[in-house]
Nanobody
Framework: QVQLVESGGGLVQAGGSLRLSCAAA????????LAWFRQAPGKEREFVAA????????YYADSVKGRFTISRDNAKNTLYLQMNSLNFEDTAVYYC?????????????????WGQGTQVTVSS
């Protein structure tokens, strides 16, 4: 069973950048699709970005396209989310997710494993 541990969240001013990391503990990311989701206060958890195994295909929510970049280092079993040009609406708890199928999807229910989340706060 894969355990996911996120890090890299924090407080940043609008227009700034952060890079989130998600490490696999007790397992590997081999053959897993990986994704980032986020949940703002009072809102449902929403898809941010996904990465497929093998093909390197990536998918983004329209709200982050062109500002966020998802990447993975399979040798290090680590997933990243580079976030640039942050704005107040990006404030949320960010979650890493993994599914035991190689292709990514924006569907929340398709993921088998979740991290505990890391808080990102953007000040205006």
């Amino acid at each position: 069973q894969v355990q996911l541990v996120e890090s890299g969240g924090g407080l940043v001013q609008a227009g700034g950048s952060l890079r989130l990391s998600c490490a696999a503990a007790g397992g590997t990311f081999s053959s897993y699709a990986l994704a980032w989701f986020r949940q703002a206060p009072g809102k449902e958890r929403e898809f941010v970005a996904a990465s497929s195994w093998g093909s390197g295909s990536t998918y983004y929510a329209d709200s982050v396209k062109g500002r966020f970049t998802i990447s993975r280092d399979n040798a290090k079993n680590t997933l990243y989310l580079q976030m640039n040009s942050l704005n107040f609406e990006d404030t949320a708890v960010y979650y890493c997710a993994a599914r035991r199928i190689y292709y990514g999807t924006p569907l929340r229910g398709a993921y088998d494993y979740w991290g505990q989340g890391t808080q990102v706060t953007v000040s205006s």
